[in-house]
């Protein structure tokens, strides 16, 4: 199994900035490409930014040259740096990972997620 831990989830003014990380434990040996998620309220729950085991990203049109994803192999860490939020970027922000292997008959993990508010 692997257990995530996000941190860094506040209240912030728009137009701020704001960095969450994403700290993976257990069979971290396994884990391939990791990613952030967000699901606002009243909406579905959406892919933010993932990267890949050697540092290929991918982005929502949304959070493009305004976020910044990064991976710590060594420490098995994601962290997600935002800037310039908006009040639209107001979610729940969850970690994911995917493994290259099965691990009690799961390739995948989820965070419990951690509140981000955008006041205007």
């Known amino acids: 199994q692997v257990q995530l831990v996000e941190s860094g989830g506040k209240s912030v003014q728009a137009g701020g900035s704001l960095k969450l990380s994403c700290a993976a434990s257990g069979d971290t040996e396994y884990i391939a490409r990791m990613g952030w998620y967000r699901q606002a309220l009243g909406r579905q729950r959406e892919l933010v930014a993932e990267?890949?085991?050697?540092?290929?990203?991918n982005y929502a049109d949304s959070v493009k040259g305004r976020f910044t994803v990064s991976r710590d192999n060594a420490k098995n860490t994601l962290d997600l740096q935002m800037n310039m939020l908006k009040p639209e970027d107001t979610a729940v922000y969850y970690c994911?990972?995917?493994?290259?292997?099965?691990?009690?008959?799961?390739?995948?993990?989820w965070g419990q997620g951690t509140q981000v508010t955008v006041s205007p």
């Open positions: 994911k990972v995917n493994l290259r292997a099965i691990v009690n008959g799961r390739y995948y993990f």
């Open positions: 990267i890949t085991s050697v540092g290929t990203s």
